[in-house]
């Protein structure tokens, strides 16, 4: 039994992007990576998707036509914007969301979901704490080039003359990678610790606030209860066009779980040094969000996670 898995194999810089403008520019990249993928769908007898929508729903769209059984783990976020994506899915033989509210989207439009549950759930569970230290902030600048060049000084200003310990956390260990980091740092009064990938979620327990940019960390942030401001900004041109595309009322993972607001949001015009050092002490104290978080993280929770999946997306190959 062969199973295509679609791999980049390339920088994560070339990969990642932000927004429209970003994508435009990598184009020809992406049509390389679709050429090459394709022609490897009919060696498969089975197509494992993990996220990444964009290549993603196209690939599927190929499989389907070829006849092939597909699996997609992390589906699109229909549920944000585009809800036609969820249509799409239907030719799925498996589809492995991360949250119960989106399965249950899914199987009300008779997509083949399961749900078991989130698996950092799984995974937070075996990570051994750090004690808290009072003062110490949490610094998330994202993981993506372009989104690093937009938040980080922000972020980094609105922390100049704080008597806290600043603690950055670097999404990606790489020489080139640390020295865009450095590089940035270096342009501000601020003595900031660097916080290696394998070290995230021992430190992460430690924070007495954070400030994050939108995504997966926004949530990891809420497993070890730290109060947290939730940033975004992208280019206005791509702004503009997804305003009208999104269709909820929060942007951070922990507020659309939780229906209401949890962490403030900080989002395009709105993210700026002044408006950000403010927020930044009116946030509430850890046992004030306590409850809420841990609400949110049981209706995660569940056993054997991963193997569970395993043995789903076997029956679809056996």
């Not at 990606?172 to 740092?185: E, G, L």
């Not at 993280?297 to 056996?318: C, F, M, T």
């Amino acid at each position: 039994m062969k199973i295509l898995v679609p791999k980049i194999r390339d920088t994560i810089e070339r990969a990642s992007m932000m927004g429209l403008t970003d994508l435009i520019g990598r184009i020809p990249f992406f049509f390389n990576v679709w050429s090459r993928l394709k022609k490897g769908i009919d060696e498969a007898d089975i197509l494992l998707l993990i996220d990444f929508s964009g290549l993603n729903l196209r690939l599927l769209d190929q499989a389907s036509k070829s006849g092939k059984s597909t699996v997609y783990f992390i589906p699109p976020k229909f549920w944000a914007w585009c809800p036609e994506r969820a249509e799409r899915l239907k030719k799925c033989s498996l589809v492995f969301p991360l949250f119960p509210f989106e399965h249950e989207q899914l199987l009300n439009l008779g997509v083949n979901s399961f749900y078991f549950g989130h698996p950092l759930s799984e995974e937070l569970q075996k990570i051994p704490l750090k004690k808290h230290v009072r003062g110490r902030i949490g610094i998330f600048p994202g993981s993506r080039p372009a989104e690093i060049e937009g938040t980080l000084p922000v972020m980094l200003k609105s922390l100049e003359g704080s008597n806290g310990e600043c603690c950055m956390f670097l999404a990606d260990d790489s020489p080139a990678f640390k020295n865009r980091i450095r590089k940035i740092v270096s342009g501000f009064k601020l003595p900031v610790n660097l916080i290696p990938p394998a070290e995230k979620y021992e430190w992460m327990s430690s924070l007495d606030r954070a400030i994050a940019c939108s995504g997966t960390v926004v949530l990891e942030l809420s497993y070890f209860e730290v109060p947290t401001v939730v940033v975004y900004r992208t280019s206005w041109l791509s702004y503009l066009y997804f305003k009208r595309k999104v269709i909820l009322s929060h942007y951070s993972l922990p507020n659309i779980l939780a229906g209401k607001e949890i962490y403030p949001e900080l989002i395009q015009e709105d993210f700026r040094p002044d408006y950000l050092r403010q927020t930044l002490l009116e946030l509430p104290e850890q046992d004030e969000i306590s409850g809420d978080c841990r609400k949110l993280w049981q209706s995660l929770a569940g056993p054997d996670i991963y193997r569970r999946i395993a043995d789903k997306i076997n029956e679809v190959s056996a």
